[in-house]
């Protein structure tokens, strides 16, 4: 059952991923938005799952393109890959 209690786990990986993307240039608006929003809390989950999945793409060696404009409306697509095929 999903909770809306955050771990000390989660918590710790989430510092983590923050401290390793801090200087990367793709990864600092989703950064940014984390901090806007308040940080490391109970209600950032989301953010903080993607912060997350950045850090894990970040490590295999993966660049992207965060909150890419899809061209339909105002809809985005979270992580735009910058591999063959995107």
Same mark, same amino acid.
């Given at each position: 059952?999903?909770?809306?209690?955050?771990?000390?786990?989660?918590?710790?990986?989430?510092?983590?991923?923050?401290?390793?993307?801090?200087?990367?240039?793709?990864?600092?608006?989703?950064?940014?938005?984390?901090?806007?929003?308040?940080?490391?809390?109970?209600?950032?989950?989301?953010?903080?799952?993607?912060?997350?999945?950045?850090?894990?793409?970040?490590?295999? *060696?993966?660049?992207?393109?965060?909150?890419?404009?899809? *061209?339909?409306?105002?809809?985005?697509?979270?992580?735009?890959?910058?591999?063959?095929?995107?």
């Amino acid at each position: 059952m999903w909770s809306d209690r955050l771990t000390r786990r989660e918590v710790k990986r989430t510092e983590n991923a923050i401290a390793d993307l801090s200087n990367v240039d793709w990864a600092k608006p989703l950064l940014s938005r984390l901090m806007k929003a308040g940080g490391i809390k109970s209600e950032n989950m989301p953010l903080m799952f993607e912060v997350r999945f950045a850090h894990e793409l970040h490590k295999a *060696g993966i660049t992207a393109e965060y909150e890419y404009k899809a *061209g339909v409306g105002d809809s985005t697509i979270e992580f735009r890959l910058h591999t063959t095929p995107e």
